[in-house]
């Protein structure tokens, strides 16, 4: 069997990466297991292709401390030892992921692309050198392995499969010698590029039409949607954005980001390359030939400066519309 860590969003709702994660568990295993640690979710709702579904809850507090779930991992296993552990990587399920190698004595291995059973051993797809090559390794049967979600497919499940059985697991105790501290809801400012679900990109034509001064209109956008603001190589160089928000195979990749805003940039190969795992692209420029357009979505030509307040009121008007949900949690020990 194999069991998947379905990972879900403050510990209450289902990410879509988790229907990709239970598809990769069929290839290593005719059997297939979700474990889900929550802080409160509807088992009604629980409509995924699987064997088994093992319910673990843990209070709101509780849910965010790794340590609370490696414990409920432990009671779950019990005598179970052979079979493998899949995650979708995030901060929290990488913390659990290698808390359980330690204290399971389990090899791991972290961002994969694909996995496939052969015989006895699990042969296994990593991408390396930031995406310009693969790397393929063995492991074994009963390893610990993180998905990187974004080769982790959206899919929905199968509406003729009957409902899996369900097993709840009580009386999971609370890490005596760490507490939750706080939940804090991170600002456009402080969201890093590489965590964030949308981004914005900056370029030359931004500096070309006022630099700084134009940012305060862009900056408007980015607080509306909560999105991070880089750029481009160039930009960079005009001083737009620091060193460390570049985009680019010179500088981040934007592997989590399902939406990238790309504002006055041509769209250089370089540039490309760090958004190319991103799901949907929408670009801002004035010239209708900018490279940008074929990697683009949704292509708007204009200048920014007409466009940006068009699309802010538009976004205005829909209310509750959400592009990010970015969520950091602080622990202490005590």
């Known amino acids: 069997m194999t069991v998947c860590y379905v990972p879900l969003l403050n510990g209450k709702q289902i990410k879509s990466s988790a229907s990709g994660l239970l598809e990769q568990a069929k290839k290593l295993n005719d059997k297939v297991i979700a474990l889900i640690v929550h802080s409160g979710i509807n088992e009604v709702n629980l409509q995924l292709?699987?064997?088994?579904?093992?319910?673990?809850?843990?209070?709101?507090?509780?849910?965010?401390?790794?340590?609370?779930?490696?414990?409920?991992?432990?009671k779950f296993q019990k005598d179970r030892t052979e079979e493998a552990v899949l995650f979708s990587a995030s901060p929290l399920a990488n913390e659990i992921a290698a808390g359980l190698g330690f204290k399971l004595n389990r090899p791991i291995v972290n961002q994969v692309m694909?996995?496939?059973?052969?015989?006895?051993?699990?042969?296994?797809?990593?991408?390396i050198y930031g995406g310009k090559a693969c790397l393929y390794e063995e492991t074994a049967l009963g390893s610990i392995i993180t998905y990187d979600p974004v080769f982790l497919p959206h899919m929905k499940n199968s509406v003729n499969r009957k409902i899996p059985n369900f097993h709840p697991i009580m009386n999971i105790m609370p890490s005596k010698n760490i507490k939750f501290v706080e939940s804090k809801k991170l600002s456009w400012e402080e969201i890093g590029l590489t965590e964030a679900t949308c981004v914005i990109g900056v370029g030359r034509g931004v500096y070309s039409a006022g630099g700084g001064s134009q940012l305060k209109q862009i900056e408007e956008l980015a607080k509306i949607l909560n999105a991070p603001i880089g750029g481009s190589k160039v930009a960079d160089e005009l001083k737009l954005i620091p060193?460390?928000?570049?985009?680019?195979?010179?500088?981040?990749?934007?592997?989590?980001?399902d939406i990238y805003i790309a504002i006055g940039i041509s769209g250089s190969s370089q540039h490309l390359d760090g958004i190319k795992n991103v799901k949907h692209v929408l670009a801002i420029n004035n010239d209708a030939a900018a490279p940008i357009f074929k990697r683009s979505d949704l292509g708007i030509v204009s200048d920014f400066e007409t466009a940006i307040p068009l699309l802010v009121d538009i976004i205005k008007d829909k209310s509750g519309v959400k592009y990010s949900e970015n969520t950091s949690y602080r622990e202490a020990s005590v």
């Open 114 to 127: 694909e996995a496939a059973r052969k015989d006895q051993y699990l042969s296994i797809k990593k991408e």
């Open 243 to 257: 060193r460390e928000r570049r985009i680019g195979s010179s500088g981040v990749s934007l592997d989590q980001a």
């Open 49 to 74: 292709d699987c064997d088994e579904i093992h319910l673990i809850e843990l209070s709101e507090e509780m849910w965010p401390i790794a340590s609370n779930h490696i414990a409920a991992f432990e």
